[in-house]
């Protein structure tokens, strides 16, 4: 239980570990996004946890051709960008996660996915997608329609 000194707008803020912080432009509170998204997937007939999975599947394929694009379909694909060092959670005591990301691109409204190891870990422990305007922020009815893909 947070401190009631300590909120999850002050965590998921801006700071010297995250620039620009985890809920971008998004006036909701993190618990309205984290409501939101986790009703958005429970609708589609999914889990955090299997969301949690896709993103995995996609980023582990990208990390594993070394910097060449992956093909997820006709015209999405990933692609991972190698980055030293590690990054902490924003929540407490909840460790720290490795750089690097995997870029996934090629949907029909030009979007591009950014997924790291520390996103996959707050789908899947919190449900938390990040808020929008936020450069990290995945859509959770996009990844379901990855998953979809059969990969």
């Given at each position: 239980?947070?401190?009631?000194?300590?909120?999850?707008?002050?965590?998921?803020?801006?700071?010297?570990?995250?620039?620009?912080?985890?809920?971008?432009?998004?006036?909701?509170?993190?618990?309205?996004?984290?409501?939101?998204d986790?009703?958005?997937?429970?609708?589609?007939?999914?889990?955090?946890?299997?969301?949690?999975?896709?993103?995995?599947?996609?980023?582990?394929?990208?990390?594993r051709?070394?910097?060449?694009?992956?093909?997820?379909?006709?015209?999405?694909?990933?692609?991972?960008?190698?980055?030293?060092?590690?990054?902490?959670?924003?929540?407490?005591?909840?460790?720290?996660?490795?750089?690097?990301?995997?870029?996934?691109?090629?949907?029909?409204?030009?979007?591009?996915?950014?997924?790291?190891?520390?996103?996959?870990?707050?789908?899947?422990?919190?449900?938390?997608?990040?808020?929008?305007?936020?450069l990290?922020?995945?859509?959770?009815?996009?990844?379901?329609?990855?998953?979809?893909?059969?990969?």
């Amino acid at each position: 239980m947070l401190s009631p000194k300590i909120t999850l707008k002050v965590l998921l803020g801006q700071s010297e570990f995250s620039a620009e912080g985890f809920l971008g432009t998004d006036t909701r509170t993190p618990e309205e996004i984290m409501a939101e998204d986790l009703n958005t997937i429970q609708t589609l007939g999914t889990t955090k946890e299997k969301t949690a999975g896709i993103l995995r599947e996609i980023y582990v394929k990208a990390e594993r051709a070394m910097g060449n694009a992956v093909k997820l379909s006709e015209k999405i694909s990933a692609t991972h960008q190698e980055a030293c060092g590690r990054i902490p959670s924003p929540f407490p005591n909840d460790g720290t996660f490795q750089k690097g990301q995997a870029s996934i691109s090629g949907f029909a409204d030009g979007q591009t996915i950014i997924i790291t190891p520390l996103s996959i870990h707050l789908i899947e422990k919190y449900g938390f997608f990040q808020g929008k305007g936020s450069l990290y922020r995945i859509d959770p009815q996009t990844v379901v329609a990855l998953g979809e893909l059969k990969l």
